[in-house]
């Protein structure tokens, strides 16, 4: 599981805004790289002294932390950060951002208000805009920053665009918002009006959506009046609102937080509870267009290359900074999966038994195959998994050679440590004299029996003992040729054991390579099934995500198009046809390429394993390990 997040008491200013520049915080970065689980990332903007601060705090479930203030000087500058434990999902970070309220006179230039404005959106899962009185016509004003959003954010690079620019020139990217903007939350504070249309009464959603009503018509006064509308139902795939009543009186409204609870309005404190009930509730993960939730580490990235853009002087490109963000998150979940196997296989005590290394082997490359498929993002042509099972390969090849060399060793010091006995005897001479060659064989074999009851020597035992035995060949012949007890025939005879017994070892020497190597054919086996399994449950997850995102952005879309059709904008419902049917081509062509992949992949792995075995086979003809 990943780890939980780190304790933060109090929120971090993470986008500072000073003369007219964006920073990044580094202590606030430090913070956000170090979060590990998925998060839910709730961002609030809207004009300056309107009470956003208050709404974050109790998101939060805490009476201070975002700072509020009495006075009509804005509080808040930049935008704010707060990691928090998720107060109703295991294992997810509640991410809350407050940003500078819009329309600070104090700031003098304002042009940092639509960046603020657009940072906050692209970070968050739900934005939440918070205003006061009423949805009127000039509230629509004040967030006429979303018209502008096609002029500030790029789908993605023109100048990479492939093979698909020439057909992409004819399609607005705005239409493509709907698939990376969050849901909208509208919050209207110290609403006082009734919600009703003549006598009847209406929901707090069907007040927006009367609002949001377009009018019919060409003309510029239509165009403008429609303009802040029509980004808020096109590029938004939820909408929701909320109105709530003044908190107090006048006087105290600008230190609610310093109020006990009883002193706020039941009404209020009511409207409060259900908004909070909703966003922490219904907020989903920020995710990838392809569903793929995302870490603190990769909105760290994020966040940077955003950063990066607007201050030399470009546009942020969403699909650039997402490619850029998957690429660092792919060669980290590499390092990350090679330290896991690593650190589970350098837990061995060498020198151990080769069925031992390799069921190991396929216990921590399960592991590690799970930390990467956690960990990194689509990876279309599985060029960081193959890395991945390469460097393990490697790692696996260099820990046999360490085993083999510890098996050596350790094989050594056992036959020098039994063979001491005989060493003792040998210079005492004791076999120089007749009877000494059954002395010697019977010492000789038991420490041969000693040696083959001794447990722990790893894969080198027999070659070891083969060595031993050919070493001391000369030894056992001159024993035996001093012992004057034995006759010629008895001798040729004890000659003829002495081969044999050599022989046999050396074939057992050599069973014991090749049982080595059929052994490391199985390990290969194992690791390309193993491979292959992760990898078509990755692509089939992966895929079923990225349907599952595209069908989230088509119903928005259709349900758009149905309510443009019932209110007799039939060109506008056309349109928004156009944007369906693209949609329909991708979800097919996504399926198609898919498919496609996985059968290349599928096909590319086996042939590899192929010649792996074929390689194999080669040495073992040879008598030589792979």
């Known amino acids: 599981m990943d780890a939980p997040v780190l304790p933060m008491p109090a929120p971090l200013c993470l986008v500072t805004n000073k003369d007219g520049v964006l920073a990044l915080n580094p202590a606030a970065l430090a913070v956000l790289q ?143 918002f709907v698939r990376y903007f969050p849901s909208f939350v509208w919050v209207v504070r110290d609403f006082t009006l009734e919600l009703r249309v003549g006598e009847r009464p209406i929901s707090e959603d069907e007040y927006l959506e009367q609002v949001l009503e377009l009018k019919h018509g060409h003309g510029r006064k239509v165009q403008n009046y429609n303009g802040t509308r029509l980004c808020l139902r096109n590029y938004f795939p939820t909408r929701k609102c909320f109105v709530l009543p003044p908190p107090l009186g006048t006087e105290e409204c600008g230190r609610m937080e310093e109020l006990p609870e009883a002193a706020l309005a039941p009404r209020f404190l009511q409207q409060a509870a259900q908004f909070c009930n909703y966003v922490l509730s219904s907020t989903r993960l920020k995710t990838l267009p392809d569903g793929r939730a995302l870490t603190g580490r990769a909105l760290c990235m994020l966040l940077q290359s955003y950063v990066e853009a607007i201050n030399s002087g470009h546009l942020p490109c969403l699909e650039g900074a997402a490619a850029v963000m998957m690429a660092n998150e792919n060669a980290a979940a590499v390092a990350a999966a090679l330290e896991a196997y690593t650190r589970g296989m350098r837990g061995l005590s060498l020198p151990t038994e080769p069925a031992q290394l390799s069921a190991a082997h396929g216990e921590h490359l399960h592991e590690a195959l799970i930390v990467f498929q956690r960990r990194s993002f689509r990876d279309r042509d599985q060029e960081h998994q193959r890395r991945l099972m390469e460097q393990i390969s490697t790692e696996y090849s260099h820990l046999q050679e360490e085993n083999d060399e510890a098996s050596r060793q350790h094989c050594k010091a056992l036959l020098a440590e039994l063979a001491q006995a005989l060493h003792t005897s040998l210079a005492r001479g004791a076999y120089t004299q007749p009877g000494g060659y059954r002395a010697y064989e019977a010492e000789r074999q038991r420490l041969l029996e000693g040696y083959r009851q001794a447990e722990g020597k790893g894969p080198k035992a027999e070659e070891v003992l083969n060595e031993f035995l050919a070493e001391r060949r000369a030894e056992a012949e001159a024993v035996l040729k001093a012992d004057n007890a034995l006759s010629e025939a008895e001798k040729q005879l004890e000659d003829q054991k002495q081969q044999a017994q050599l022989l046999e070892q050396r074939q057992k020497a050599t069973a014991e390579r090749e049982r080595q190597l059929e052994a490391l054919l199985e390990d290969e086996r194992n690791s390309y099934a193993q491979n292959l399994q992760a990898l078509e449950a990755k692509m089939k997850a992966e895929a079923e995500s990225a349907q599952r995102e595209l069908q989230r952005a088509m119903e928005a879309k259709l349900r758009e198009q149905r309510e443009l059709l019932q209110r007799g904008f039939r060109e506008q419902a056309a349109l928004m046809e156009q944007e369906l049917a693209a949609l329909r081509r991708e979800s097919n062509n996504n399926s198609k390429q898919e498919l496609a992949a996985y059968i290349f992949d599928t096909v590319r792995a086996a042939c590899d394993l192929i010649s792996t075995l074929k390689l194999s086979k080669l040495a073992k003809s040879r008598g030589t390990a792979v």
């Open 34 to 176: 170090e979060v590990a689980q998925p998060m839910v990332v709730v961002a609030i903007a809207g004009p300056y002294r309107t009470g956003k601060s208050f709404l974050m705090n109790r998101l939060a479930q805490k009476r201070t932390g975002f700072p509020l203030g009495p006075t009509v000087q804005a509080e808040t500058k930049g935008i704010w950060m707060w990691c928090l434990q998720h107060p109703r999902q295991q294992g997810v970070t509640l991410m809350l951002l407050d940003t500078e309220g819009l329309g600070d006179p104090k700031k003098g230039d304002s042009h940092n208000d639509a960046w603020i404005f657009t940072l906050a959106l692209l970070l968050s899962s739900t934005l939440v805009y918070n205003s006061i009185g009423t949805i009127d016509q000039k509230a629509l004003e004040n967030l006429e920053l979303v018209t502008q959003l096609s002029e500030l954010i790029r789908v993605r690079d023109r100048d990479k665009d492939g093979n698909n620019s020439v057909e992409r020139e004819d399609e607005a990217e705005d239409c493509e």
